[in-house]
């Protein structure tokens, strides 16, 4: 039973467009999302959340969406750099600094 | 600012042994979760520790546990591996929830078993 699914596994785009990557979740008691990169032989890195009480949170070049009633978040990375080249997972949680549900993971590449 | 660090890096063992894996958590956190990722897969909740005490568990067998040190350091433990245990282990710490206005986990570079 997958809660958090990203079903895109890969992207590939041009540097300097815009990078956007979609995760879907079943969970209505999912309430704090967040975004986290991965680099082969690190952990996951931080990058950006969002609680439900909102749509939009931005921090620089990253931008995520969310939208309760389709169970749809997105980011939005404006704009893609080759440093951003990395596998990029969603997470939900049902409260703040409880367990964390990931999806599988996007692999983006931005060629230069 | 120390960040999460784990060790080792690397482990391999046989299928039968026992496994412990360590994490120390960033200077001012409480919280020590524990994932396991397989290969190609998102990590997956093991379980985590706050003050010592386990604070919920995922779908993870008992063969699986871990300890919570006063220092907020953790281990966890693995008895009589299995072939499907090899994956990274990934540890992450937090401050306690609503202490701080953030609740992202800050993970450390992870354990790679092998199990052969």
């Known amino acids: 039973d997958q809660q958090v699914k990203q079903n895109s596994p890969s992207l590939s785009v041009q540097e300097g467009r815009i990078s956007i990557l979609n995760c879907d979740y079943t969970n209505s008691m999912f309430d704090y999302f967040l975004w986290y990169k991965k680099y082969p032989a690190e952990g996951p890195t931080f990058l950006i959340s969002i609680s439900s009480i909102k749509d939009k949170n931005e921090d620089g070049r990253f931008t995520v969406f969310l939208n309760k009633s389709a169970k749809h978040l997105s980011l939005h990375i404006v704009p893609s750099q080759p440093g951003d080249s990395a596998v990029y997972f969603c997470a939900a949680s049902k409260a703040a600094g409880n367990k964390l549900t990931f999806g599988g993971g996007t692999r983006v590449l931005v060629k230069p | 600012e120390t960040g999460v660090t784990q060790s080792p890096t690397h482990l391999i063992k046989t299928r039968g042994q026992q496994v412990t894996l360590r994490c120390s958590s960033q200077?001012?956190?409480?919280?020590v979760s524990w994932y396991q990722q397989a290969l190609g897969q998102g990590p997956q909740f093991i379980f985590q520790?706050?003050?010592?005490?386990?604070?919920g568990r995922g779908n993870f067998p008992p063969r699986f546990s871990g300890l919570q040190f006063p220092n907020y350091s953790s281990e966890l433990n693995v008895n009589a591996l299995e072939l499907d245990d090899s994956a990274l282990y990934l540890c992450?710490?937090?401050?306690?929830?609503?202490?701080?206005?953030?609740?992202?986990?800050?993970f450390g570079p992870g354990t790679r078993l092998t199990v052969l």
């Open positions: 520790y706050y003050r010592e005490e386990e604070n």
């Open positions: 200077s001012g956190h409480n919280t």
């Open positions: 992450a710490s937090s401050p306690a929830s609503g202490t701080s206005g953030r609740d992202e986990q800050f």
